[in-house]
C-alpha cells in the first residue's frame, strides 16, 4: 500500500514523519507532490520519500491520497485528479470543504474521510477532527485514525461540528500562542529575561492542559483550586474578567466558525 501527500508543507511534513516514525509506512510507499521544486527537494532530503510535481501522476499510484492544499486550491486540484480516484481513499486537510463539495468534485463514488489536523501534530501532540462519507467503510475509518493518531490524538465527530473544530482546535494554537507572548511579556515587564519568561509561560500551559485532560475535573474547578481567598491568583483572575477574557474567546471563535463557510 502506498500513500501520497498533494502539497509537501509544514502539516504534511509532520505526518510524514510520524508516519515514518510510527512504522505505518516505509519511505518507499509515500509520495508526495508539490509545484514548488524546492519543497519537493527538502522532503526528499529530510524523509527519503518520492516525489513529482503531478498530482494525477501521484493519484495514480497511491491507495491513499492526502489532500494538503490550502482551500482555494481546492477546486483546481479535484479537476486534476478526478478521473484517478476509482478506488482510492481521499483524505482532506481544510477547513470549510465540506464532504457534498468534494463527492461533486471528485466523484459520487469517491471514498472520502475530512479531517481538520492542527499544527500541534508538530511536535507530535496534534488534535485532528475526522468525518466520512457513505462509501468509507468502518474499517477503513478505524485505519486511517490509526494512522492520523501518529501525530497525536484523532476523533470522529458529525460533520456537521466541523466548524467548531476548526476554531476549537484547528485554529486556537494561534490563541495559545499568543495568551503566551502576552504572558512572556508582562514578566519580561517584571524584570524576566524573555526566554526564561517564554519557557516559564509555555510550561505553564502545557502543564494546565494536561491536567485538565487527565483529571477529567472541570477547567472552572481546576481554576478555583488555584484561587485562594484574598490571593494573588484571584486578584489576576478578577482583571481577566473585567477585560473580558472569556467574551473576547468566544467572538474570536464565532469569527472562525463564520469565516468557515466563506470556503
Known sequence: MKIGFIGCGNMASAFIGGLLDKGFF????????DKSEKSLERAREKFGISTTQSNPELTEKCDIVVLSVKPQFYDTVMK???DKTKDKLIITFAPGITLRRLSEGLGEDTKIIRTMPNTPALAGEGMTGV?????VSDEELSYILGLLSCVGAAEVVDEGLMDCV??????????VFMFIEAMADAAVAGGMARSTAYRFAAQA???SAKMVLETGLHPGELKDMVCSPGGTTIAAVKVL???GLRAAVMSAMEK???ACKGF
Do not use: F, T
Open 80 to 82: 486534476e485528479i478526478r
Open 241 to 243: 474578567e473585567e477585560k
Open 26 to 33: 516505509g519511505a518507499d510507499e509515500i509520495c508526495a507532490s
Open 256 to 258: 472562525c466558525m463564520d
Open 166 to 175: 476548526v476554531a476549537v482546535s484547528g485554529s486556537s494554537p494561534a490563541y
Open 131 to 135: 468525518c466520512r462519507n457513505k462509501n
Open 205 to 207: 500551559v502545557l502543564g
